[in-house]
């Protein structure tokens, strides 16, 4: 099974007095459907805009592994467990909530800072909070996720290059930008915000058009 989703209809949240526009593609916050709360792990996938000076203060998680991928600008991050960063384009954020962290995320910078931020429920509650960030993760040098049974895919594409999509039991691509095809010439055109579930499907690809292109793909166990 394939199911699109398209940007424009993410559920918009965030505080634009405040410079924080958020969209969220599964319920969130103050947005509840009871048909939309997940896919497989993953509970939330986040493209948040904070204005210079914008940001969350310190707020809790627990049970959550929270990935976070810098578009443009400088994600500042402060925890609970003594973890001060500064996160750019490129770099890969994993902050484990596991029984309980505290965290601020704020743009502290002078430009504005885009972000996708993901959540996936573990597959076992509670262990010690951990944080882990990955400078230039590559193409075709997946992130491993072993606490949700998830493996992230980033691929940048440039025109007319195919890309393979997992053969898995999920799969969950979100585009950032560019515009990528789902199949032959006659499949799915996706552009930045638009995101695809993927059920129980094998042979997929994605191919790029136009400029170059970068998706996200989780390939997720059950």
């Known amino acids: 099974m394939i199911s699109v989703h398209r ?3 993410r559920f918009q949240g965030g505080d634009q007095d405040a410079g924080i526009l958020s969209r969220h593609a599964f319920s969130f916050g ?3 459907d009871p048909d939309n709360l997940r896919f497989g792990a993953i509970l939330a996938c986040n493209a948040e ?3 210079s000076g914008a940001g969350f203060e310190e707020h809790p998680h627990s049970h959550t592994e929270i990935v ?3 578009v443009e600008g400088e994600l500042t991050h402060r925890d609970s467990t003594g973890h001060a960063t500064v996160v750019r384009p490129g770099a890969l954020q994993h902050l484990s909530a ?3 962290v505290r965290h601020v995320e704020r743009n502290d910078g002078d430009a504005p800072l885009t972000f996708i931020q993901m959540w996936l429920a573990p597959l076992e509650p509670g262990g010690e909070p951990s944080y882990t960030i990955v400078p230039g993760i590559a193409d ?3 992130y491993a996720l072993p606490a949700a049974g998830a493996l992230l895919h980033v691929r940048r594409p440039v025109a007319g290059e195919r890309v393979a999509v997992p053969d898995a039991a999920r799969v969950y691509v979100h585009v950032v930008a560019g515009s990528v095809r789902l199949g032959d010439e006659r499949g ?3 552009e930045p915000g638009d995101s695809v579930r993927i059920t129980g499907e094998e042979g997929l690809e994605l191919v790029a058009e136009g400029a170059a292109a970068e998706v ?3 390939e997720l166990s059950g």
Request: glycine share 8%; proline share 4%.
């Open 98 to 100: 596991a029984s309980g």
């Open 140 to 142: 075709f040098a997946p």
């Open 49 to 51: 805009r904070l204005e």
């Open 7 to 9: 940007a424009e209809d």
């Open 216 to 218: 996200l793909l989780w």
């Open 188 to 190: 799915e055109e996706l």
């Open 30 to 32: 103050g947005f509840y």
């Open 68 to 70: 976070t991928w810098v």
